[in-house]
């Protein structure tokens, strides 16, 4: 079977960052780390690209240290991989992990979002 689990991905003798393991990932976590808006954008935006993304790709309106803050957060609660390709920081979601662990979770906290997005466009 598939994982996400970032020990797996990383090559030998690279930069690696912390992730917690797949075991180690809990809902009130991840819940926390998608209640903030702009994680929730970033999240958002890495689900459309279907693949990797630096966080440069990732354009928020806030300042570079807080989207630092923003892609720590979704990291450290187990919601994306960051890895090193050069000196570049990819994110990618963890999504066989996440659906492992809490089926049809991100999905429909994706649908919620797009749904909040379309209604808060209209008004």
């Known amino acids: 079977m598939p ?21 180690d990932i809990r809902l009130a976590d991840v819940l926390h780390a998608l209640a ?3 994680r929730l954008c970033i999240v958002r ?17 806030v300042s570079k240290s807080t989207c630092t803050h923003h892609f720590r957060v979704l990291r450290e609660h187990g ?3 960051q ?18 662990l809490f089926p049809g979770l991100i999905d429909g906290v994706l649908r919620a979002a797009d749904l909040q997005a379309r ?3 209209e008004g």
């Open 45 to 61: 935006t890495l689900a459309a690209a279907e693949g990797e993304l630096n966080c440069a790709d990732i354009e928020l309106p």
């Open 3 to 23: 994982t996400d689990t970032p020990a797996a991905a990383a090559p030998s003798g690279s930069r690696s960052l912390e992730h917690p393991s797949r075991e």
């Open 79 to 81: 919601v994306i991989q």
């Open 83 to 100: 890895l090193y390709r050069g000196t570049a920081k990819m994110n990618r979601l963890r999504t066989a992990d996440l659906e492992e």
């Open 119 to 121: 209604r808060l466009a």
């Open 36 to 38: 903030d808006p702009m």
